[in-house]
């Protein structure tokens, strides 16, 4: 069973360029979930999304951050207009059921360098 | 959702247990622990989660006290494979909205020595 993929798992982009970052779940997962490390500092829950639909996008920045996961193909969070504070490694995680006891499984993350 | 605080660092000889606590006194009745911990800026690991009473896996031992203010993770023979920043997370209640995510704080360094 493959785990969670993401891609590309490293981005370079231009400052004002547009980043689309892909997250495929874990086959039979249907929560998929993002997070944003900043470097040297931990983990922040970014949204959270069933198919089609955003259920919890707290931590989402109010401008530029946009995600989706349509009812066929991987999970997008895209950032419009990248700036140099934009520069992270983004992890997608995925779950069967959302909430406990069902953990969440990370993806390999996606290195976003802005230049 | 309930705080947890971890020791900054650790260090363990290969072969021998690694014990990480975490003190979650706040924790409320039906909130789970989870641990996860993250490799060198790979993607976080699930471990072992548990509410109330023991648990262990292939990875892992998880101990919780009798009042759930604290547990400890146990890596019974670490090995220095098992190098890495370990998450103590208190998961609120399902159906609450908050179980939806996953509230990261600094973890535990683990390094594992010859």
């Known amino acids: 069973n493959a785990g969670v993929m993401q891609n590309p798992r490293h981005l370079v982009r231009r400052r004002g360029q547009e980043a689309r970052l892909r997250c495929s779940p874990m086959k039979g997962h249907s929560h998929v979930y993002w997070y944003r490390q900043l470097p040297e500092e931990g983990l922040k829950f970014m949204v959270y999304?069933?198919?089609?639909?955003?259920?919890?996008e707290s931590g989402m920045p109010k401008e530029r951050f946009s995600a989706e996961f349509p009812k066929e193909g991987p999970s997008i969070l895209r950032i419009q207009q990248v700036v140099r504070g934009d520069s992270a490694a983004y992890f997608c995680?995925?779950?069967?059921?959302?909430?406990?006891?069902?953990?969440?499984?990370f993806g390999p993350g996606t290195r976003l360098t802005v230049t | 959702d309930a705080k947890t605080t971890q020791p900054p660092s650790m260090d363990c000889a290969e072969g021998r247990a690694a014990n990480l606590p975490c003190n979650h006194s706040t924790i409320s009745g039906n909130e789970y622990v989870y641990w996860y911990r993250q490799i060198h800026s790979q993607g976080p690991q699930y471990i072992i989660h548990?509410?109330?009473n023991n648990e262990t896996n292939e990875m892992a031992s998880l101990i919780i006290t009798e009042d759930r203010k604290s547990s400890t993770l146990i890596l019974p023979h670490a090995t220095l494979r098992d190098t890495a920043v370990y998450y103590c997370i208190v998961r609120p209640e399902r159906g609450t909205g908050g179980g939806n995510k996953l509230t990261f704080g600094t973890g535990t360094q683990l390094k594992v020595e010859l």
């Open positions: 999304l069933q198919k089609e639909n955003i259920i919890d």
């Open positions: 995680a995925s779950s069967f059921l959302a909430g406990d006891p069902y953990e969440q499984y």
């Open positions: 548990g509410l109330k």
